[in-house]
């Protein structure tokens, strides 16, 4: 079956950077973009980029983003990365990745399970 | 950017009982709408793409109607694992973008 299982909790410092990772199984992980999303404690979904997993030059990020995120993958490994640097208080959130379609535009299916990152001193 | 507002934040139903959410956005996006369920401390689930379809392995309890800009989450049978968080997306327009969500709460 289709599945994202992503790397496990972080505690990172202010202005420090975390990379999440996002491993793919189950079909075929050149096909498919991946989104990333973060949730806040207590908050809705936000959308924070896209990459084509085939072209690691093909990304968009959500203009919030722009400057502080970069989405990379490893087709040798099926693994999709977020890296966010600069880290402030408020990044503190769970980051999921999100299978989309074979197209930029299109529902999320499946999730991963969430990485909670908490950016403290 | 198209904005997504889910009606009411919060539902109180009880189980066995019919739950019907909404989803309004401030311009048209078509059939272009899903529906995601949120359980406590886990991720989010595709319920509904295009407006109406169910995804795989959703019981046929959830459905999904509308057009346009007006949408509607029916639940038509509560079970427990219901009781969750549900979000609306429009994938329409770029970037997509969510609603704040509806807490659906056991009543």
């Known amino acids: 079956q289709v599945q994202l299982v992503q790397s496990g909790a972080e505690v990172k410092k202010p202005g420090a950077s975390v990379k999440v990772s996002c491993k793919a199984s189950?079909?075929?992980?050149?096909?498919?973009?991946m989104h990333w999303v973060r949730q806040a404690p207590g908050q809705g979904l936000e959308w924070m980029g896209i990459?084509?997993?085939?072209?690691?030059?093909?990304?968009n990020y959500a203009q919030k983003f722009q400057g502080r995120v970069t989405m990379t993958s490893d087709t040798s490994t099926s693994t999709v990365f977020m890296e966010l640097s600069s880290l402030r208080s408020d990044d503190s959130a769970v980051y999921y990745c999100?299978?989309?379609?074979?197209?930029?535009?299109?529902?999320?299916?499946?999730w991963g399970q969430g990485t909670l990152v908490t950016v403290s001193s | 950017e198209i904005v997504m507002t889910q009606s009411p934040a919060t539902l109180s139903v009880s189980p066995g009982e019919r739950a019907t959410l909404s989803c309004r956005a401030s311009?048209?996006?078509?059939?272009?709408l899903a529906w995601y369920r949120q359980k406590p401390g886990q991720a989010p689930r595709l319920l509904i793409y295009?407006?109406?379809t169910r995804a795989t392995g959703i019981p046929a309890r959830f459905s999904g109607s509308g057009s346009g800009t007006e949408f509607t989450l029916t639940i038509s049978s509560l079970q427990s694992e219901d009781f969750a968080v549900y979000y609306c997306?429009?994938?329409?327009?770029?970037?997509?973008?969510f609603g704040q969500g509806t807490k659906v709460e056991i009543k």
């Open positions: 189950g079909y075929t992980f050149t096909n498919y973009y």
């Open positions: 999100a299978r989309g379609m074979t197209t930029v535009r299109g529902w999320f299916d499946p």
């Open positions: 997306h429009q994938y329409d327009n770029w970037p997509g973008t």
């Open positions: 990459i084509n997993p085939n072209n690691n030059n093909n990304t």
């Open positions: 295009g407006a109406s």
């Open positions: 311009q048209s996006v078509y059939s272009n």
